[in-house]
């Protein structure tokens, strides 16, 4: 298995830092959000630290000062937070719906890419969840 994503927003890194040893069941349920919330983010906007904490943990923190987030960068590194919490949410193959997810194998031979162009997309916001194999 390659290495998990590196987080480039300093505080979505600290958000996956505290989150990392949640309940299974709480991470697939971060996970999901994580997922909805990637499909709402605009490129070009700008979103604040406690709102994004929301919308990824449904709870507001209290913050004197949110760091603003651009719409890009949180595009970019919403897939490394994806990975990091469906490690925690150990999540099996066999619970994934079946034929509702692709291996890498399976995509890069659906797209006619190589790994190293899944990789690159990962960058660019595509999404991707962990599961444990038999």
Same mark, same amino acid.
């Given at each position: 298995?390659?290495?998990?994503?590196?987080?480039?927003?300093?505080? *979505?890194?600290? &958000? =996956?830092?505290? %989150?990392?040893?949640?309940?299974?069941?709480?991470?697939?349920?971060?996970?999901?959000?994580?997922?909805a919330l990637a499909g709402r983010v605009d490129p070009a906007g700008t979103y604040p630290?406690?709102?994004?904490?929301?919308?990824?943990?449904?709870?507001?923190?209290?913050l004197a000062e949110p760091a603003l987030i651009v719409g890009a960068a949180?595009?970019?590194? *919403?897939?490394? &937070? =994806?990975?990091? %919490?469906?490690?925690?949410?150990?999540q099996r193959a066999d619970d994934l719906a079946p034929g509702q997810w692709l291996t890498a194998g399976e995509l890069t031979a659906r797209w006619?890419?190589?790994?190293?162009?899944?990789?690159?997309l990962r960058r660019r916001g595509l999404l991707c969840r962990r599961a444990l194999g038999p």
């Open positions: 298995m390659p290495p998990s994503s590196r987080l480039r927003v300093s505080a *979505l890194a600290e &958000l =996956a830092r505290q %989150l990392r040893f949640i309940p299974a069941e709480a991470a697939r349920r971060h996970l999901a959000r994580v997922e630290e406690d709102w994004v904490v929301l919308q990824v943990t449904g709870f507001r923190p209290d949180l595009i970019a590194d *919403l897939p490394a &937070l =994806a990975e990091r %919490l469906s490690i925690t949410a150990r006619h890419v190589t790994p190293r162009t899944l990789a690159r």
